[in-house]
């Protein structure tokens, strides 16, 4: 069972690398996003491309669950055609004041995702909207 879970964690790392090398992030980037502590090596990530997942460091963790749920509220967009979902994540948006949600999630606070999130799927977005009520 330690092993089946092991697989899952490391299925889980290396798809999130995937994604965040798909949307263009690179390695520094990648490391803001996934709230590593400061001054963490790029090299890092070559560790978890290959063969140790994520950290279970809670912080690091809701970060992943965000970024899994980015990736899932893309393909559930885009169900027909994945490439329009790394379209979208690339082109301006007027949302995020002109600027791409890329850049806005390669500036790696967790408002950030969060932001980039509640334009995919409504119910982050009312879900923060009544948190500032």
């Known amino acids: ?19 965040l090398d798909q949307f263009g992030l690179d390695a520094e980037q990648q490391i803001r ?5 400061e001054g963490t090596r790029t090299r890092t ?10 950290p279970d460091d809670e912080q690091i963790q809701q970060r992943v669950s965000l970024l899994a749920h980015i990736s899932d509220a893309l393909r559930t967009t885009y169900p027909t ?8 994540i690339k082109q301006k948006n007027r949302h995020l004041d002109n600027h791409r949600p ?14 980039v999130l509640s334009l995919l799927d409504c119910t982050v977005h009312w879900e923060q909207s009544s948190l500032k009520k």
């Open 45 to 54: 990530l070559r560790q978890h491309r290959e063969n140790k997942p994520f």
């Open 1 to 19: 069972m330690d092993q089946e879970l092991q697989e899952k964690k490391m299925q889980q790392t290396q798809g999130i690398i995937r994604m």
């Open 102 to 115: 890329v850049e806005v999630l390669g500036r790696g606070s967790r408002n950030d995702l969060i932001s």
């Open 81 to 88: 055609n994945p490439q329009m979902g790394l379209f979208w």
């Open 33 to 37: 996003v996934l709230g590593f502590p």
